[in-house]
Nanobody, 121 residues
Framework: EVQLVESGGGLVQAGGSLRLSCAAS????????IGWFRQAPGAERKGVSC????????IYASSVKGRFTASSDNAKNTVYLQMNSLKPEDTAVYYC??????????????WGQGTQVTVSS
């Protein structure tokens, strides 16, 4: 079983930056597709970014493309989501998750507990 722990959330003004971290234990990220998701109050959870295990390619939701960057550090068994030029509409609980599917947006098997990101205007 994989345990995922997110950190790095907080309160930031619009235009600011945050870097979220997701540390894994119980397994390494190598065999997994890694996704970042977010859920705003009253809204469905949506995919933000994904690093596909099939080829290492990274995709982003259109709403964050050009502002967010996902990366991984295999030595630390940690993945990151660098979020720049934050907007109030980025306010949400952010989750990392891993999937045994080789492509993005399949079924995710393990989830972190989430970290709150709040962007003030």
């Amino acid at each position: 079983e994989v345990q995922l722990v997110e950190s790095g959330g907080g309160l930031v003004q619009a235009g600011g930056s945050l870097r979220l971290s997701c540390a894994a234990s119980g397994s390494t990220f190598d065999a997994y597709t890694i996704g970042w998701f977010r859920q705003a109050p009253g809204a469905e959870r949506k995919g933000v970014s994904c690093i596909a295990s099939s080829d290492g390619s990274t995709i982003y939701a259109s709403s964050v493309k050009g502002r967010f960057t996902a990366s991984s550090d295999n030595a630390k068994n940690t993945v990151y989501l660098q979020m720049n030029s934050l907007k109030p509409e980025d306010t949400a609980v952010y989750y990392c998750a891993v999937s045994l599917d080789s492509a993005c947006w399949g079924t995710y098997d393990y989830w972190g507990q989430g970290t709150q990101v709040t962007v003030s205007s």
